[in-house]
């Protein structure tokens, strides 16, 4: 069969013409749809144009490619009109279309009617393409990133004996009881940093079983107290390492079931007690070690291995236990096991556990859980617990209680709707249901004899009609209670009435903090919302400016909004309120739907309260902000490092007639498997909606984000005035793409990222976090990457980093999570200098 000459001249032509004309119907009907709801005429007048254009090469006429550039050349200079010099904000107005302009120009070479054609059509395809190339590579040098300012001169000192850092060990798990994540070696540098490679590495043995896939996340940063690694895994199984081989002494399994992992398998940290060091007495006797589950030294534990560990109900144990590792498990109960062996510490609760659901009443399996490290203080253990979130206005008490760190013994309880009851509710009764939790990790001033605990929300987060005025005045903040008597000192509210689940997820630091009267005791606390407070950690009272905004009214509660929020105006990770331009995607049809689901929603700036006749923007997202990765601080430098997400969530609420009929049922009523995305459909029962949330406001199909980069990032701030020396992107879009595709480019996008950074006195910051699985370490100076080395899995953990026989080792699990959909693993990886 032969064709025609002119249909072989122009085949290309109606090819392009059709994708052309196909591409301009999307955009002119999405364009009148948008233009209709008040937004950019853009796509409008740009689809009508491409179909024109289209049309015309279809009927062979070099004109509609004539046309096409000239839309190209009104898109370039509509694209930094709009954009600036923003590189990713760019990709989305000009990608697309600069790959299109290739079969263009192609085809207009195609239809001349000079000899040679062809070959005139080969050069003008190639010389597009280089033109392209070179287009994007302009594009890619704009990092938007500013220059960097300069560390302060002056360094401060830490006068509180017990705030001094971590030195050649890690005994706690923000380094010392400050929570400053600040190592004070110096062996590594940025000079030689560089040169850092692996020095060993080891598989816990731990990874998910098929009815935990798609839950865990290990968030571990291990301690190092003499010469022992302790490492804790997602489901509790607690390891002593050599710190120097990586060889194992002994692991330690609390058997903890599937059925009791909550939103995500996660062991934040384990926390050490010394008993010789308080003078709280002498360890007697030996331990035993016949029948004691221990696993001897140099066991290298397999998944299917690990699955053979005698069960932890048959350990013996040792009743003087003077060095102690104490943790908490999944299904809330409290251990510890002696430093040296791994063996149960007999003399504490009833062999060596404590079960903190006492008191409580109805706890379904998986409800209530402790994943972050207890703080001991003064001898008492402090700790609160992890209740799921969206199931049940009347879930499990958020209670706090402290514990005689020697026998286990309650001390107190601070239940706030009945601060009476000190030590077990009245016969009959349960602590009350459904208030604030503590879930992250406390800190604690001995020398004030408080504990300084970040609140969480009570239970149902984005529906706030039930809740008491008590809880109210507790939720969101931060409290100080009295580590002796459980009372209430002092408390912080960081958020009123909150319904956009902005519980406060980091650790507070403790800081001498410089002022015109000298130095004063404080707290740094950061927020989900990003703004960070600094406290007079003796009163609560602000030592730096904090000031109120008006804030949107309406949602399905109009009178529980508060009118004023409170923000911080010393500084803030915060920024500017989302608008239209700021809208994203891989293509101007992406960024068009997202441009229209902005114009749908309920948005009217910072704490738009969520609706149920349309979705709403929050923004910052539950995930934004500094959550439980916390900040690191340099306290002689008087520098504030912190890693931050900057993504909004499009929330819905269901009334409860249509969420029952979509099977939206608390987890111990359904049947549907464990884990899930926080919020992504949860019941909230007993309230009349449940809530429907799009955490980082994702593109169906694609999976693309609808904001423009970056969705993370890192800053330096200056202690002494707030002002930002400098605030980076943090993530490579290596790892990320649509259709979950991995693009494996190394350009710097800032992707989502949880977990923290360490700094060393030397001028280093090591972090991970982001989802592109590399760890990093950062110039502190100019806030520049100079080394990075690929992890197996995830490293969504804070790492951390000692001294062992000379030689300064950096440790990270890289266990990888399911929210931030990371590769799962079961490494923990030991750097050091070659040598």
């Known amino acids: 069969m032969t064709f025609p000459s002119s249909f072989a001249r122009s085949w290309l032509a109606i090819a392009t013409g059709v994708l052309l004309a196909l591409i301009g119907l999307v955009l002119l009907g999405g364009g009148v749809w948008l233009a209709w709801l008040g937004g950019s005429p853009y796509y409008l007048v740009t689809g009508a144009a491409m179909i024109v254009a289209g049309v015309l090469l279809v009927l062979g006429r070099p004109a509609g490619g004539w046309l096409y550039v000239a839309i190209f050349v009104c898109t370039v200079l509509w694209a930094f009109w709009e954009a600036g010099d923003d590189a990713w904000a760019l990709v989305p107005r000009i990608f697309a279309p600069a790959v299109l302009l290739i079969p ?62 971590a030195g050649k060990d890690w005994p706690q798990y923000g380094g010392s009881f400050a929570g400053h994540r600040y190592s004070p070696l110096t062996q590594i540098t940025p000079a030689n940093v560089g040169t850092l490679t692996r020095a060993w590495s080891v598989h816990t043995g731990d990874m998910p079983s098929d009815k935990a896939k798609g839950t865990y996340g290990a968030e571990n940063t291990p301690l190092k107290i003499g010469d022992t690694l302790y490492v804790c895994t997602p489901k509790n199984i607690v390891i002593a390492y050599d710190p120097a081989t990586g060889d194992q002494k002994w692991r330690f399994d609390p058997r903890v079931p599937d059925s009791a992992i909550p939103y995500t398998a996660a062991c934040r940290g384990v926390s050490y007690y010394d008993a010789n060091a308080d003078g709280a007495g002498q360890a007697q006797g030996q331990p035993g070690v016949e029948d004691s589950g221990v696993v001897a030294a140099n066991y290298a534990a397999t998944p299917s291995e690990t699955a053979k560990i005698v069960s932890a109900a048959s350990r013996s144990s040792d009743p003087a236990c003077t060095r102690r590792i104490v943790f908490g498990t999944l299904d809330a109960r409290i251990f510890e096991i002696d430093a040296d062996t791994g063996e149960r510490c007999g003399d504490f609760g009833t062999n060596g556990e404590i079960d903190t659901t006492r008191g409580m009443g109805k706890v379904p399996a998986g409800y209530v859980s402790i994943n972050s490290p207890p703080a001991i203080v003064d001898g008492v253990i402090v700790t609160g ?106 408390h912080f509210q960081a958020v009123r009435n909150d319904v956009w689940d902005y519980d406060l997820g980091s650790q507070a630091s403790l800081i001498d903090f410089p002022t015109k009267a000298g130095m004063v005791p404080a707290i740094v606390l950061p927020s989900k919302q990003g703004d960070i407070y600094v406290l007079d950690r003796r009163t609560g009272k602000p030592l730096t400016p904090v000031g109120k905004i008006r804030t949107p009214l309406g949602g399905v509660e109009p009178r529980m909004r508060a009118r004023t929020q409170k923000v911080s105006l010393w500084h803030t990770l915060r920024k500017p309120p989302l608008t239209e331009k700021d809208m994203w995607g891989m293509s101007p049809i992406d960024q068009m739907v997202c441009r229209i689901q902005f114009r749908e929603a309920s948005y009217q700036g910072f704490y738009t309260p969520p609706t149920d006749k349309r979705r709403s923007i929050e923004y910052p997202g539950y995930n934004g902000g500094s959550d439980w990765g916390s900040l690191a601080i340099d306290p002689e430098r008087g520098v504030i490092i912190a890693n931050y997400n900057d993504m909004p969530n499009y929330v819905k609420l269901v009334p409860r007639k249509v969420a029952d009929a979509l099977g939206w049922e608390p987890r111990d009523q359904s049947n549907g498997p464990i884990g899930g995305a926080e919020g992504a459909g949860d019941p909230q029962a007993n309230t009349p909606y449940a809530v429907d949330v799009n955490a980082g406001w994702r593109l169906p199909f694609t999976g693309m984000l609808c904001k423009e980069p970056p969705y993370g990032g890192i800053q330096a701030i200056d202690i002494a005035t707030g002002k930002t020396i400098w605030d980076r992107p943090l993530g490579t879009a290596r790892k990320n793409g649509p259709f979950g595709i991995a693009s494996h480019l190394p350009l710097t996008i800032g992707t989502p990222n949880n977990g923290g950074a360490v700094i060393t006195r030397s001028g280093l910051i090591f972090i991970a976090a982001a989802t592109d699985d590399l760890i990093r370490a950062i110039d502190m100076k100019t806030g520049k990457t100079v080394w990075q080395d690929a992890l197996p899995g995830g490293g969504q953990a804070t790492p951390m980093i000692y001294e062992e026989h000379g030689k300064e080792y950096l440790v990270i699990y890289a266990g990888g999570h399911h929210f931030m959909e990371t590769p799962v693993s079961d490494q923990v990886i030991a750097y050091a200098l070659p040598g």
């Open 104 to 165: 263009v120009i192609c085809s207009l070479a195609a239809l001349g009617r000079r000899a040679g054609r062809w070959r005139v059509a080969a050069l003008s395809c190639a010389g597009t393409v280089v033109a392209v190339g070179a287009l994007f590579a302009i594009v890619g040098t704009l990092d938007g990133a500013g220059r960097p300012g300069d560390l302060p001169a002056a360094r401060m000192a830490m006068s509180d004996p017990s705030l001094q850092t």
């Open 385 to 490: 617990h992890q209740v799921t979130d969206g199931q049940d206005r009347w879930s499990p008490s958020g209670v706090i209680r402290g514990y005689d760190v020697r026998t286990g013994q309650l001390v107190w309880a601070w239940d706030m709707m009945h601060p009476d009851w000190t030590k077990a509710p009245p016969e009959g009764q349960t602590w009350s249901r459904g208030t604030p939790n503590m879930w992250t990790i406390a800190s604690g001033d001995e020398k004030l004899g408080l504990v300084y605990l970040p609140m969480g929300n009570s239970s149902a987060d984005y529906y706030s009609g039930l809740r008491t005025p008590v809880e109210n005045e507790y939720a969101t903040s931060l409290v100080a209670l009295d580590v002796k008597t459980g009372k209430p000192r002092w």
